[in-house]
Nanobody
């Protein structure tokens, strides 16, 4: 069984920081990349940041310079350090894992999401 679990969400004042973590577990043969998406009420889900197995990172323009994605200490984990948070960062943040597990290859799995609320 494959599982993707996010943690670290919460309530923070504008200008503050939060660190989100994503852990993928189960029968993964390999993981190509992991990414963070977010979805605010009434809006489409959008890509925030991604990291490949080789360590290459990519960021949405809206978070570049404020957010940093990195590999976690444990295998198949990552961390999203969010600094200088703004009210518009308020959303449910989801971790997406792309790779191969079980009978699926070049497929993806979503976590359940973690709420980030930034007060003004």
């Amino acid at each position: 069984q494959v599982q993707v679990v996010e943690s670290g969400g919460g309530l923070v004042q504008a200008g503050g920081s939060l660190r989100l973590s994503c852990a993928a577990s189960g029968s993964f043969f390999y993981i190509n990349f992991m990414a963070w998406y977010r979805q605010a009420p009434g809006k489409q889900r959008e890509l925030v940041a991604s990291i490949t197995s080789g360590g290459n990172t990519n960021y949405a323009a809206s978070v570049k310079g404020r957010f940093t994605i990195s590999s976690g200490n444990a295998k198949n984990t990552n961390d999203l350090q969010m600094n200088s948070l703004k009210p518009e960062d308020t959303a449910v943040y989801y971790c997406k894992v792309e790779g191969a597990a079980g009978l699926r290859r070049n497929d993806y799995w979503w976590g359940q999401g973690t709420q980030v609320t930034v007060s003004s």
